[in-house]
């Protein structure tokens, strides 16, 4: 079962970008889908998760508001709509599965290779 994280780019602040995470197999079946970020010299943080059974979703408080997680169970495929993108929004961005909900990346078992997002000023 692999990830496949989308859609980064480069933007200017203000501007939007829809991340997309596609999972190949049944992987989305249950658990938690969460979206992560690491700038050069940071640590990975938690952006956004969502339950795959019941939808609930989660936010980091810096972007509750601007970005929106959902999920198309056709498609087995997450999505991170990001609006007013700001130049602290830059950074790689990676999708993970869990079985539980955690802020850390230590529940999350699958990883995809990330994906940039630049943001210029």
């Known amino acids: 079962v692999q990830l496949q994280a989308s859609g980064g780019g480069l933007v200017q602040a203000g501007d939007s970008l829809k991340l997309s995470c596609a999972a190949s197999?049944?992987?989305?079946?249950?658990?938690?889908v969460g979206w992560f970020r690491q700038a050069p010299g940071k640590e990975r943080e938690f952006v956004a998760a969502?339950?795959?059974?019941?939808?609930?979703?989660y936010y980091e408080d810096s972007v509750r508001g601007r970005f929106t997680i959902s999920r198309d169970s056709a498609k087995n495929t997450v999505y991170l709509q990001m609006n007013s993108l700001k130049p602290d929004d830059a950074a790689v961005y990676y999708c993970?599965?869990?079985?539980?909900?955690?802020?850390?990346?230590?529940?999350?078992?699958?990883w995809g290779p990330g994906t940039q997002v630049t943001v210029s000023s």
């Open positions: 993970a599965w869990g079985a539980e909900y955690g802020t850390t990346p230590k529940p999350y078992k699958k």
């Open positions: 197999g049944r992987i989305f079946s249950s658990g938690v």
């Open positions: 969502i339950r795959w059974g019941t939808g609930m979703r």
